[in-house]
């Protein structure tokens, strides 16, 4: 995404397909470096690379102000809503070497309807340059509005809340002090008053000229429109919900269409899709589609979503029963980097309808904890779920613990999305009570696996009570 553009609107379907991967609340983990832009003051320097943070990746930026006041960056997002995700902090940890420097934090919003320009508000604080990791949060009350009148693109006066689109970190100088030194960056998150992370991507509270849908129907069809209405029925709803509405007619012609909702989705560490539905209509079939940074395409087709009477019900698919859609350069979706959600209503009863959808998102992994499985393996959990085998020492290895009832063979097999071998642990005949199987990322292959989702298979099986078979997904997240 051409991050040099101060503000963004929300057609620009190709630029946002190519921004950075965010899930709904967090700006960036940094695990992969971002799409950014660096500016500075005349004579100041700032380089930005990536680094080693907490737990994963940073984001270090390396600057000199011997000779300038100043420097940042951009980092281009999606436009987040604060007010429908519940927003009132923005948190991130930090590290800082050499002199003591002001920070400044700037939200860029992206609501003038020329694309002349946006506003802004910002906020200050004074870090500890003491080289420790520490992390903080800046509510949103703390932050003031600028008066843009200054800027080559000046807005419309007014700082929009509901669609930030792009983030700016600024190293100033302290009060009498210059030279070099660096800061690292890790995990900006929306948080609530909770200060849990807020997680909703899309809760159609934006007027629909404010988000970036794209509607379509088949050859060529009349697309069916997406609008967004009042609902109060929706589960948990307060007064003034607001649903997206899809209007269909499948007829010759049009024996499909839908919506993209363009989106930056992370669904490595939360990979559940989840949404809210109410059909009214023919039995038609509804498909679910994840597209990627390069334009992978998996698909999931759901049913009994277009005609549930007027009721509304809760559809949660996890990603590992997406399947390739034989669309895209590769055959491997990003799930760091899924860049739009798309609904496809096709033809089934051939009947047209009206189907409401609520709160689409993503919906963190939990570790498996499982009792009365079987007849021989009884009990078992994955505490370490997904694991991060970078040697860091925290999460290095996959753990499967599990209990026999009987002595027992025991076999641990792990294949990817595609169903190819990944790696084998024959654990041979073990004795009844607890068990353990670990798994270290490294294949058969005795390389490393990729970050990603993958299938593991337990097989245990004993002499008087048959097989038992554990089949569940693992995530590996470095």
Request: hydrophobic share 40%.
């Amino acid at each position: 995404m051409p991050t040099t553009v101060l503000c963004r609107r929300s057609l620009l379907f190709a630029a946002v397909l190519a921004a950075s991967s965010l899930h709904a609340g967090v700006l960036h983990d940094f695990e992969n470096v971002p799409l950014l832009t660096t500016f500075q003051d005349g004579g100041a320097t700032i380089v930005s690379s990536g680094a080693v943070g907490m737990n994963g990746n940073a984001l270090q930026l390396t600057y000199d102000l011997t000779g300038g006041s100043f420097a940042g960056i951009r980092l281009g997002v999606k436009g987040y809503d604060l007010v429908a995700l519940g927003a009132t902090g923005l948190r991130f940890q930090y590290r800082m070497t050499g002199p003591a420097r002001q920070l400044e934090i700037e939200l860029v919003d992206g609501d003038n309807a020329q694309d002349a320009g946006c506003d802004k508000a910002k906020a200050f604080f004074t870090p500890i340059a003491d080289g420790v990791w520490r992390s903080i949060t800046l509510s949103t009350a703390s932050f003031s509005t600028i008066t843009n009148s200054t800027w080559s693109l000046p807005g419309n006066g007014s700082f929009n809340n509901r669609e930030i689109s792009q983030f700016i970190f600024v190293v100033a100088r302290g009060v009498g002090s210059d030279g070099t030194g660096s800061v690292f960056l890790d995990n900006f998150e929306f948080v609530n008053g909770g200060g849990n992370v807020v997680r909703s991507f899309e809760t159609f509270s934006l007027p629909k000229n404010e988000v970036v849908y794209l509607e379509w129907s088949q050859n060529p069809g009349v697309p069916f429109p997406l609008s967004i209405e009042i609902d109060n029925t929706a589960p948990g709803a307060s007064s003034g919900n607001q649903v997206g509405r899809v209007d269909y007619t499948l007829a010759t012609g049009s024996d499909y269409g839908g919506f993209v909702r363009v989106l930056n989705a992370n669904f490595l560490a939360e990979p559940m899709v989840r949404f809210g539905f109410n059909g009214t209509g023919g039995n038609n079939t509804v498909e679910v589609k994840l597209v990627d940074v390069d334009g992978t395409v998996y698909v999931k087709k759901v049913t009994d979503v277009t005609d549930t009477g007027g009721t509304w019900k809760t559809a949660s698919i996890p990603v590992d029963q997406f399947s390739f859609n034989a669309v895209g350069s590769d055959a491997l979706l990003n799930l760091r980097r899924v860049t739009a959600v798309e609904f496809v209503i096709s033809r089934g009863e051939a009947k047209p309808g009206v189907l409401l959808l609520d709160t689409l998102e993503s919906v963190p992994d939990i570790a498996l904890e499982k009792s009365g499985v079987g007849n021989v393996l009884t009990q078992y959990s994955t505490p370490n779920n997904p694991f991060s085998p970078n040697g860091d020492g925290t999460k290095d290895t996959f753990a499967f613990n599990f209990t026999l009832s009987e002595a027992a063979r025991v076999v641990l097999r792990v294949f990817n999305l595609q169903g190819v071998p990944i790696k084998t642990i024959d654990g041979g005949t073990q004795a009844a009570g607890g068990r353990a199987f670990s798994w270290d990322g490294v294949g058969d292959d005795g390389r490393l696996v990729a970050n990603g989702l993958y299938f593991f298979v337990v097989e245990a099986e004993g002499a008087a009570s048959g097989k038992d078979t554990v089949k569940q997904v693992v995530a590996v997240m470095r």
